[in-house]
């Protein structure tokens, strides 16, 4: 299961953070991917940390966006600086004990979604 923070709306150029918590998962420590979908667009990955903490962003973020993990290892955040209109979308953290990158079709369990408005 895994459980997102509230998104919200923030201004052009500020800053927010998500927090996706992961639980039932017999490993300590899993995959764990960021995801967004903007109305009428296909899902696209984020961000995303492995079980030993490597990293993958989009394009669209690197400088801007930064995924971490707690020293416990099942939950993750999302800081978001410098955000655009552009980021206006609905997020949805999905995990798995393996890593696979940012490819959504490999990540089986998925969180609630929370919107992300900039404006």
């Known amino acids: 299961q895994l459980v997102e923070s509230e998104g919200g709306l923030v201004q052009p150029g500020g800053s927010l953070r998500l927090s996706c918590v992961a639980s039932?998962?017999?490993?300590?420590?899993?995959?764990m991917v960021w995801f967004r979908q903007a109305p009428g667009k296909e899902r696209e990955g984020v961000a995303g940390?492995?079980?030993?903490?490597?990293?993958d962003y989009a394009d669209s973020v690197k400088g801007r966006f930064t995924i971490s993990r707690d020293n416990v290892g099942n939950s993750v955040y999302l800081q978001m600086n410098n955000v655009k209109p552009e980021d206006t979308a609905m997020y949805f953290c999905?995990?798995?004990?393996?890593?696979?990158?940012?490819?959504?079709?490999?990540?089986?369990?998925w969180g609630q979604g929370t919107q992300v408005t900039v404006s």
């Open positions: 940390i492995s079980p030993v903490d490597m990293v």
């Open positions: 039932g998962f017999p490993q300590n420590r899993v995959a």
């Open positions: 999905a995990a798995d004990p393996r890593w696979w990158q940012l490819k959504a079709n490999r990540y089986h369990v």
